[in-house]
């Protein structure tokens, strides 16, 4: 595959400036920012307004500007609330199974945290942003965004770091949130799945006045999940305002406040021997869950408040300032299985025990980010510049008590709970703060005819330091660049080649290396996107080389950052609306992922755990119209998740799967239901492992049927 990926990588780069001598569109007008009306079936889109069907047109989260999506050098995903509505997703991890270069939802079905990794590396602690502001994770301490209030999740995928920051090496995901405009909103919507639990949602809004709007959007939840003793209760709900006292201000305010109460869900952190392969037993049951109901305990309270502001001055000069407040605290008592008796990977007793870890924790964050941007348009002869200049600050502040003490076994085949477990510990008592400054300045330029180049810079200050046990304080500045260039052809297609570096702050210290230096890299993408004039569509294909230093590896406290990763694909997808009726999404993903360096020689040149090195999917929606079904939705997709290691060291392989979801729907007037079914046929299997201690089911066969009305 390798050689593939590189021949193939070198030939796109070499077709580039043969193909730049054909026709090419006019280009007398800039082609980025603000609203377009395209001649045929485009209608007007801006980057956070509702998709069109399943096609985006434009996005900001690759540019931090309102740009259509082929003029972006980089792969971008964009999921819109008609794509999530028809396949009955009810979190972002959800949404996310048909994107490329994604892999979702790795140790199953989670129902306080969305796993996502993207081209091989965990997205879900610095890879996740809202409204283009980040939303940073650490241990236990973060936010958890109710896909109900999105109106998009966008997938920037590849080193990010001179837009954002620190960030994930291999993308990161920008939600975008509900806001308000002077179209009225009003729906309601009712839910219930087999599994018992139900929902109840909101969405209202509309205009207070000529210059004043609002939106109301919200949601609850709660009832019995997959999984046995799982339950619990969830609220969200997000009220914004916009003020816009003339064409050349506006004000946006966007709050949320979130309360969840439950018991944690099982299937998860259980031995490869008894779910990957038979145990003498045979396989555990995927709906064991091997807590203490007693005891178990999941309670987040969380709030956020910010704003966008923007003013727009008298020479095409328009300053935006993007600010928000996050606060967060999480209580968690859990009793969670770690092997089998005396912690071993396979059984050592007739009864099947397991040995369990017996956990607590009290986290709480609060955190601030703000970004300034002045962007302008300026024509320097024949070219035609889009330039930004921003200034950002991110603060972060913990604080963390973790603890542990003993717990008793139990049996995986004939459980018996209640017994009283060991008092706790804390081994962790510790606060925690991060401060980052970045500078970052991006010029994007059109000229000859079609040529497209981005070039962009940036430097940040960070700091870490930590009070309490562990304790450290450590300083950084780290440079990120970018650079690309694409052709945009009269025909709707644009090929492109971009470089990019990143870095991203590590949090800790060890006695060997003392605090940990940022993880930093380098990847180089070449790619086409192609947006056909026949057809409302958009096509994308991606090749890529990424590499990941300064990685953490070794034993507890005594880590090295020796680790280096390289991540190297190919990445497909296509998004269309075929016609007024027929919609469609497909997508493939193949990985090449090595470990390079790490302090434990045995591991180099093997795949690192839990990522599948091949993925596809395909879904079609098909709405009849004129005819005795007229209003009657039918919708089907397959999912192929390939093998994955359980351990580093490539010695327990899990086996692939191949997963059908469908959907039927209803719509007349003013009110829909829809019954959508994710793993229609109960495939079951094991989404991946992290060592053959640690293994967690997919989620077996779900139906949801849900009814809306609006008015």
């Given at each position: 595959?390798?050689?593939?990926?590189?021949?193939?990588?070198?030939?796109?780069?070499?077709?580039?400036?043969?193909?730049?001598?054909?026709?090419?569109?006019?280009?007398?007008?800039?082609?980025?920012?603000?609203?377009?009306?395209?001649?045929?079936?485009?209608?007007?889109?801006?980057?956070?307004?509702?998709?069109?069907?399943?096609?985006?047109?434009?996005?900001?989260?690759?540019?931090?500007?309102?740009?259509?999506?082929?003029?972006?050098?980089?792969?971008?995903?964009?999921?819109?609330?008609?794509?999530?509505?028809?396949?009955?997703?009810?979190?972002?991890?959800?949404?996310?199974?048909?994107?490329?270069?994604?892999?979702?939802?790795?140790?199953?079905?989670?129902s306080d945290t969305d796993w996502v990794f993207i081209r091989g590396f965990q997205a879900t602690q610095s890879g996740v942003y809202q409204d283009g502001l980040q939303l940073y994770a650490y241990g236990f301490g973060g936010q958890f965004i109710d896909s109900y209030n999105l109106e998009r999740i966008e997938v920037l995928r590849g080193a990010s770091s001179v837009l954002y920051g620190g960030s994930n090496p291999g993308g990161l995901l920008n939600y975008v949130t509900k806001r308000p405009g002077g179209t009225p909103v009003r729906s309601v919507e009712v839910g219930i799945d087999q599994h018992g639990t139900a929902h109840l949602g909101l969405d209202v809004g509309g205009a207070l006045d000529p210059t004043l709007s609002y939106r109301l959007t919200g949601r609850i939840a709660g009832g019995d999940t997959y999984t046995d003793f799982a339950d619990g209760f969830r609220g969200t709900v997000s009220p914004s305002f916009k003020w816009s006292p003339n064409d050349a201000n506006s004000l946006t305010i966007l709050t949320n406040y979130t309360d969840i109460d439950e018991t944690h869900n099982g299937g998860a952190f259980l031995p490869y021997v008894g779910t990957v392969v038979d145990a003498p037993f045979g396989r555990i049951d995927r709906k064991a869950n091997f807590t203490e109901p007693g005891i178990d305990t999941y309670r987040r309270r969380q709030a956020s408040i910010g704003y966008e502001f923007e003013h727009r001055f008298d020479n095409d000069l328009i300053f935006r300032q993007n600010a928000r407040y996050n606060y967060s605290k999480v209580h968690e008592v859990t009793v969670y299985p770690f092997g089998y008796g005396g912690f071993s990977a396979t059984p050592t007793d007739p009864n099947n025990l397991l040995s369990r870890i017996n956990f607590e924790h009290t986290t709480e964050v609060n955190s601030f980010l703000i970004d300034n941007q002045l962007e302008g348009k300026l024509r320097t002869g024949p070219v035609e510049h889009t330039a930004l200049a921003g200034v950002d600050y991110k603060y972060f502040a913990m604080d963390q008590v973790q603890a542990s003490g003993s717990a008793t076994t139990l049996s995986a085949t004939n459980p018996v709970y209640g017994a009283a477990q060991g008092q706790r510990f804390a081994y962790i008592d510790q606060e925690l703060t991060m401060r980052q400054l970045g500078v970052y300045l991006q010029d994007q330029m059109r000229f000859g005819q079609g040529f497209?180049?981005?070039?962009?810079?940036?430097?940040?200050?960070?700091?870490?330091?930590?009070?309490?046990?562990?304790?450290?304080?450590?300083?950084?500045?780290?440079?990120?660049?970018?650079?690309?260039?694409?052709?945009?052809?009269?025909?709707?297609?644009?090929?492109?080649?971009?470089?990019?570096?990143?870095?991203?702050?590590?949090?800790?210290?060890?006695?060997?290396?003392?605090?940990?230096?940022?993880?930093?890299?380098?990847?180089?993408?070449?790619?086409?996107?192609?947006?056909?004039?026949?057809?409302?569509?958009?096509?994308?294909?991606?090749?890529?080389?990424?590499?990941?230093?300064?990685?953490?590896?070794?034993?507890?406290?005594?880590?090295?950052?020796?680790?280096?990763?390289?991540?190297?694909?190919?990445e497909l997808e296509a998004k269309a609306n075929i016609t007024p009726s027929l919609k469609?999404?497909?997508?493939?993903?193949?990985?090449?992922?090595?470990?390079?360096?790490?302090?434990?020689?045995?591991?180099?040149?093997?795949?690192?755990?839990?990522?599948?090195?091949?993925?596809?999917?395909?879904?079609?929606?098909?709405?009849?119209?004129?005819?005795?079904?007229?209003?009657?939705?039918?919708?089907?997709?397959?999912?192929?998740?390939?093998?994955?290691?359980?351990?580093?060291?490539?010695?327990?392989?899990?086996?692939?799967?191949?997963?059908?979801?469908?959907?039927?729907?209803?719509?007349?007037?003013?009110w829909g239901a829809n019954l959508s079914v994710t793993n229609l046929f109960d495939k079951d299997y094991v989404a991946s492992c992290q060592t053959q201690y640690s293994c967690g089911y997919a989620e077996g066969r779900t139906a949801l049927l849900t009814l809306n009305m609006t008015w």
């Amino acid at each position: 595959m390798t050689r593939f990926l590189l021949n193939s990588t070198a030939l796109a780069a070499l077709l580039i400036p043969a193909l730049s001598q054909a026709q090419a569109q006019d280009t007398s007008t800039p082609a980025i920012l603000g609203p377009v009306t395209v001649e045929g079936s485009r209608t007007v889109d801006t980057a956070t307004s509702p998709v069109k069907g399943y096609v985006p047109a434009r996005s900001a989260t690759g540019s931090k500007t309102d740009t259509p999506l082929e003029e972006i050098p980089q792969s971008v995903s964009v999921i819109g609330r008609e794509e999530m509505d028809d396949r009955g997703a009810q979190k972002v991890d959800e949404a996310l199974r048909y994107t490329p270069g994604v892999f979702s939802q790795p140790f199953g079905r989670d129902s306080d945290t969305d796993w996502v990794f993207i081209r091989g590396f965990q997205a879900t602690q610095s890879g996740v942003y809202q409204d283009g502001l980040q939303l940073y994770a650490y241990g236990f301490g973060g936010q958890f965004i109710d896909s109900y209030n999105l109106e998009r999740i966008e997938v920037l995928r590849g080193a990010s770091s001179v837009l954002y920051g620190g960030s994930n090496p291999g993308g990161l995901l920008n939600y975008v949130t509900k806001r308000p405009g002077g179209t009225p909103v009003r729906s309601v919507e009712v839910g219930i799945d087999q599994h018992g639990t139900a929902h109840l949602g909101l969405d209202v809004g509309g205009a207070l006045d000529p210059t004043l709007s609002y939106r109301l959007t919200g949601r609850i939840a709660g009832g019995d999940t997959y999984t046995d003793f799982a339950d619990g209760f969830r609220g969200t709900v997000s009220p914004s305002f916009k003020w816009s006292p003339n064409d050349a201000n506006s004000l946006t305010i966007l709050t949320n406040y979130t309360d969840i109460d439950e018991t944690h869900n099982g299937g998860a952190f259980l031995p490869y021997v008894g779910t990957v392969v038979d145990a003498p037993f045979g396989r555990i049951d995927r709906k064991a869950n091997f807590t203490e109901p007693g005891i178990d305990t999941y309670r987040r309270r969380q709030a956020s408040i910010g704003y966008e502001f923007e003013h727009r001055f008298d020479n095409d000069l328009i300053f935006r300032q993007n600010a928000r407040y996050n606060y967060s605290k999480v209580h968690e008592v859990t009793v969670y299985p770690f092997g089998y008796g005396g912690f071993s990977a396979t059984p050592t007793d007739p009864n099947n025990l397991l040995s369990r870890i017996n956990f607590e924790h009290t986290t709480e964050v609060n955190s601030f980010l703000i970004d300034n941007q002045l962007e302008g348009k300026l024509r320097t002869g024949p070219v035609e510049h889009t330039a930004l200049a921003g200034v950002d600050y991110k603060y972060f502040a913990m604080d963390q008590v973790q603890a542990s003490g003993s717990a008793t076994t139990l049996s995986a085949t004939n459980p018996v709970y209640g017994a009283a477990q060991g008092q706790r510990f804390a081994y962790i008592d510790q606060e925690l703060t991060m401060r980052q400054l970045g500078v970052y300045l991006q010029d994007q330029m059109r000229f000859g005819q079609g040529f497209l180049v981005t070039l962009s810079g940036r430097y940040d200050i960070a700091s870490t330091d930590a009070d309490g046990t562990p304790a450290y304080d450590g300083k950084t500045g780290k440079f990120s660049g970018r650079a690309g260039l694409a052709y945009e052809f009269a025909n709707g297609l644009t090929p492109y080649v971009s470089a990019s570096t990143f870095f991203n702050p590590v949090l800790g210290s060890s006695a060997a290396v003392g605090v940990f230096k940022p993880e930093s890299g380098r990847q180089y993408e070449v790619g086409v996107k192609y947006r056909p004039a026949w057809m409302d569509a958009i096509f994308t294909a991606a090749l890529f080389d990424l590499t990941r230093t300064n990685v953490v590896t070794g034993a507890f406290n005594a880590e090295t950052q020796l680790g280096e990763v390289n991540s190297r694909g190919v990445e497909l997808e296509a998004k269309a609306n075929i016609t007024p009726s027929l919609k469609a999404t497909a997508s493939f993903t193949a990985l090449d992922l090595d470990i390079k360096k790490d302090a434990n020689p045995a591991l180099i040149g093997k795949t690192p755990y839990i990522v599948p090195q091949v993925q596809g999917s395909a879904f079609l929606d098909y709405t009849f119209r004129e005819s005795v079904l007229n209003g009657v939705s039918v919708g089907g997709g397959v999912r192929y998740v390939g093998s994955s290691w359980a351990d580093n060291e490539n010695t327990l392989k899990v086996p692939a799967a191949t997963v059908f979801d469908a959907r039927i729907g209803y719509k007349r007037d003013n009110w829909g239901a829809n019954l959508s079914v994710t793993n229609l046929f109960d495939k079951d299997y094991v989404a991946s492992c992290q060592t053959q201690y640690s293994c967690g089911y997919a989620e077996g066969r779900t139906a949801l049927l849900t009814l809306n009305m609006t008015w």
